[in-house]
């Protein structure tokens, strides 16, 4: 090395100083580039927190609570939150009186009986399926099921949380029904193996072997599917008609708490009224109760899971 | 074993096929019921919307008219958002996939990330809605607008190819790395000559299943309050002028296909019920061909590619 010339030499130094800044320069884009995500949570928790604190200055947080009337837009408003609260929980209600159970056989059957070409055929159009925007299902819901849910049950009005919550359900079944089996076949085969050699039958291997290994991701699929029907907006709106209503009975019209914040944006309310800080408060109130929803999920997980 | 012992015995495996073959028909069963559900869901628009599915409908503004209301600034909008949703949401995705699957440091800024990420996935779109009112349209100005969408609904389908990328990135080897390195290759270099090459179809199939996600979301369009009733194209992005492309389209009201199919969902007249059954038909239309298409793509690269 001692013919090189020493410039040679500081050269191919300076070339790989070089190097190494661009590399991490890169790398810091990159980062930049993933919290990104974090950014939006803290500007989704900050927006909801700095308006919900203007709305609260008006609306005592006790009254909020517990007033079993919602009328923000009438002259003498009222700011409880409890009707749209029992509007949101009883369309979920209903949704998930659909969604588990459909979910759930339909999960077994495509893990556990289900032949590969079945399975190669019913997979794709399940996620066809969830891929559908909850507009249609809506408009479905309104111009379908309702109909034909007053053909059986004459007394029920034109827009009630029973037709909304039920196409619900069926909004949700593939995602239940996608992640249960995943779970189902993440069980490790040896587990059938010995069911089969003790002499169960499919059934009894599914429902006492299979099933119960993958309770923690069946169960986390189940979350999934509530926090999806809480958030749902469009087929509520839609369907389940847009007054505050302060009832569980699930043949009633009803509104939900995302089903508000669509019928205020499609007013025209100023920016900074006591209107529009009523929207942030109901994003707030849907926020924690997904929250609530997934902190219970992630403890589930914990509890049940099971390593193989 | 005698020979009642045995008769019960084959009493309770009789049973036990019947349960076998009882859960069977019920898996079927709820099966079929999914099917009918979509059968009906969709042979009910193109029932409905049959009458409606003409040029002219492709080719009109929205009116008081039923019979004169069309799509065109519907369709419109729809791609121009999808146009910025697409812009911003695919370099930060891809990149935050290839941080988190390539450069993260085990520790807690990666733990929070990646926990961020998830839990992203699972706030309801709405909420989206409420964070774009607040920031895009009041905080930074955006207004109303095709850049206020757009963004919204890039920061929506994040999770989903930040996902895709991570899994797809996954699912390249080891040795294809070593090798690169071997070859005396920095990282970048490896990520930008092998790795993200060889991840582009896993990659793409997320961001198609995103994007076919959100063409459909209507709910946190309606929050950032897009107006529903729309009759002038924004202005084209494309001019016949130096510097031929111009972004006064960004800062356009507009509405989109889900709005559009909202507005008439919600009128009680017959006829503009035929109209949203048609707008429906054609965004279930889209989103199926896009998912097809997503479904495609995975199905040649799980026969094509062995490492």
């Given at each position: 090395m001692s013919s090189t010339p020493a410039t040679a030499v500081s050269d191919r130094l300076s070339r790989k100083l070089s190097r190494n800044v661009r590399e991490r320069a890169i790398e810091l884009v990159l980062f930049l580039a993933a919290s990104v995500s974090v950014l939006t949570t803290l500007g989704i928790i900050w927006i909801l927190l700095v308006e919900s604190y203007h709305f609260f200055e008006h609306v005592p947080l006790w009254d909020f609570l517990t007033?079993?009337?919602?009328?923000?837009?009438?002259?003498e408003p009222r700011y409880g939150i409890l009707p749209l609260l029992l509007g949101t929980v009883t369309t979920s209600l209903v949704a998930l009186a659909v969604a588990v159970p459909l979910g759930t056989v339909i999960a077994i059957f495509i893990s556990e009986f289900a032949s590969p070409r079945v399975r190669e055929v019913v997979k794709p159009f399940l996620e066809l399926l969830g891929g559908v925007p909850t507009i249609v299902y809506g408009y479905f819901a309104l111009t379908v099921v309702s109909p034909v849910l007053q053909y059986f049950f004459p007394s029920l009005p034109g827009f009630s949380m029973l037709a909304a919550g039920l196409v619900m359900g069926i909004a949700i079944v593939p995602y239940i029904s996608s992640l249960s089996e995943d779970a189902m076949r993440a069980v490790p085969m040896s587990l059938r193996e010995g069911a089969y050699a003790m002499g169960s039958t499919r059934f009894q291997t599914a429902v006492r072997v299979v099933l119960p290994a993958a309770i923690s991701g069946v169960l986390s699929a189940y979350i999934l599917g509530i926090s999806r029907a809480v958030g749902e907006t469009m087929i509520v709106a839609v369907a389940a008609g847009m007054q505050p209503n302060f009832t569980m009975n699930p043949a009633e019209p009803a509104q939900t708490i995302s089903a508000y914040i669509v019928q205020v944006a499609m007013g025209d309310l100023p920016h900074g009224s006591i209107g529009y800080q009523s929207i942030f408060a109901a994003g707030l109130s849907l926020m924690v109760l997904t929250l609530f929803f997934n902190v219970v999920g992630h403890l589930i997980r914990r509890r049940y899971r099971e390593a193989y | 074993m005698n020979h009642q012992d045995i008769a019960a015995v084959r009493g309770i495996i009789r049973s036990n096929r019947r349960w076998d073959l009882f859960f069977a028909a019920a898996g079927f069963v709820a099966l079929l019921l999914g099917v009918l559900a979509f059968v009906t869901l969709f042979g009910q628009m193109v029932l409905n919307g049959w009458e409606r599915l003409n040029p002219d409908f492709f080719m009109s503004f929205p009116s008081r008219r039923a019979a004169n209301a069309g799509i065109l600034s519907a369709w419109v909008g729809s791609l121009l958002v999808m146009l910025v949703t697409a812009v911003s949401a695919v370099p930060l995705g891809v990149a935050a996939g290839v941080y988190l699957e390539?450069?993260?440091?085990?520790?807690l800024v990666t733990d929070i990330i990646e926990i961020n990420v998830t839990n992203l996935a699972g706030v309801p779109s709405i909420v989206y809605g409420l964070l774009a009112l607040g920031v895009f349209v009041y905080a930074f100005g955006f207004g109303q607008s095709i850049l206020t969408a757009g963004l919204t609904l890039g920061l929506l389908i994040l999770p989903v190819i930040i996902v895709a990328t991570r899994e797809s990135l996954r699912a390249i080897p080891v040795h294809v790395r070593e090798g690169a390195y071997g070859c005396g290759a920095t990282q970048w270099q490896v990520v930008r000559d092998h790795l993200v090459p060889y991840s582009t179809p896993g990659i793409m199939t997320g961001v198609i299943i995103g994007l076919s996600r959100a063409i459909g979301e209507t709910a946190p369009i309606i929050t950032i309050g897009a107006l529903t009733f729309i009759a002038f194209l924004p202005a084209s992005p494309i001019s016949d002028t130096a510097p031929f492309i111009n972004f006064q389209w960004l800062t356009s009201g507009f509405t989109v296909m889900p709005i559009q199919m909202f507005n008439w969902t919600s009128r009680p007249e017959e006829a503009f019920q035929q109209n949203a059954a048609a707008a429906g038909f054609i965004l279930v239309f889209m989103t199926l061909m896009m998912n097809g298409l997503a479904i495609w793509l995975r199905y040649r690269l799980r026969k094509s590619i062995s490492w």
């Amino acid at each position: 090395m001692s013919s090189t010339p020493a410039t040679a030499v500081s050269d191919r130094l300076s070339r790989k100083l070089s190097r190494n800044v661009r590399e991490r320069a890169i790398e810091l884009v990159l980062f930049l580039a993933a919290s990104v995500s974090v950014l939006t949570t803290l500007g989704i928790i900050w927006i909801l927190l700095v308006e919900s604190y203007h709305f609260f200055e008006h609306v005592p947080l006790w009254d909020f609570l517990t007033d079993t009337m919602w009328t923000p837009l009438f002259s003498e408003p009222r700011y409880g939150i409890l009707p749209l609260l029992l509007g949101t929980v009883t369309t979920s209600l209903v949704a998930l009186a659909v969604a588990v159970p459909l979910g759930t056989v339909i999960a077994i059957f495509i893990s556990e009986f289900a032949s590969p070409r079945v399975r190669e055929v019913v997979k794709p159009f399940l996620e066809l399926l969830g891929g559908v925007p909850t507009i249609v299902y809506g408009y479905f819901a309104l111009t379908v099921v309702s109909p034909v849910l007053q053909y059986f049950f004459p007394s029920l009005p034109g827009f009630s949380m029973l037709a909304a919550g039920l196409v619900m359900g069926i909004a949700i079944v593939p995602y239940i029904s996608s992640l249960s089996e995943d779970a189902m076949r993440a069980v490790p085969m040896s587990l059938r193996e010995g069911a089969y050699a003790m002499g169960s039958t499919r059934f009894q291997t599914a429902v006492r072997v299979v099933l119960p290994a993958a309770i923690s991701g069946v169960l986390s699929a189940y979350i999934l599917g509530i926090s999806r029907a809480v958030g749902e907006t469009m087929i509520v709106a839609v369907a389940a008609g847009m007054q505050p209503n302060f009832t569980m009975n699930p043949a009633e019209p009803a509104q939900t708490i995302s089903a508000y914040i669509v019928q205020v944006a499609m007013g025209d309310l100023p920016h900074g009224s006591i209107g529009y800080q009523s929207i942030f408060a109901a994003g707030l109130s849907l926020m924690v109760l997904t929250l609530f929803f997934n902190v219970v999920g992630h403890l589930i997980r914990r509890r049940y899971r099971e390593a193989y | 074993m005698n020979h009642q012992d045995i008769a019960a015995v084959r009493g309770i495996i009789r049973s036990n096929r019947r349960w076998d073959l009882f859960f069977a028909a019920a898996g079927f069963v709820a099966l079929l019921l999914g099917v009918l559900a979509f059968v009906t869901l969709f042979g009910q628009m193109v029932l409905n919307g049959w009458e409606r599915l003409n040029p002219d409908f492709f080719m009109s503004f929205p009116s008081r008219r039923a019979a004169n209301a069309g799509i065109l600034s519907a369709w419109v909008g729809s791609l121009l958002v999808m146009l910025v949703t697409a812009v911003s949401a695919v370099p930060l995705g891809v990149a935050a996939g290839v941080y988190l699957e390539e450069y993260a440091p085990k520790n807690l800024v990666t733990d929070i990330i990646e926990i961020n990420v998830t839990n992203l996935a699972g706030v309801p779109s709405i909420v989206y809605g409420l964070l774009a009112l607040g920031v895009f349209v009041y905080a930074f100005g955006f207004g109303q607008s095709i850049l206020t969408a757009g963004l919204t609904l890039g920061l929506l389908i994040l999770p989903v190819i930040i996902v895709a990328t991570r899994e797809s990135l996954r699912a390249i080897p080891v040795h294809v790395r070593e090798g690169a390195y071997g070859c005396g290759a920095t990282q970048w270099q490896v990520v930008r000559d092998h790795l993200v090459p060889y991840s582009t179809p896993g990659i793409m199939t997320g961001v198609i299943i995103g994007l076919s996600r959100a063409i459909g979301e209507t709910a946190p369009i309606i929050t950032i309050g897009a107006l529903t009733f729309i009759a002038f194209l924004p202005a084209s992005p494309i001019s016949d002028t130096a510097p031929f492309i111009n972004f006064q389209w960004l800062t356009s009201g507009f509405t989109v296909m889900p709005i559009q199919m909202f507005n008439w969902t919600s009128r009680p007249e017959e006829a503009f019920q035929q109209n949203a059954a048609a707008a429906g038909f054609i965004l279930v239309f889209m989103t199926l061909m896009m998912n097809g298409l997503a479904i495609w793509l995975r199905y040649r690269l799980r026969k094509s590619i062995s490492w």
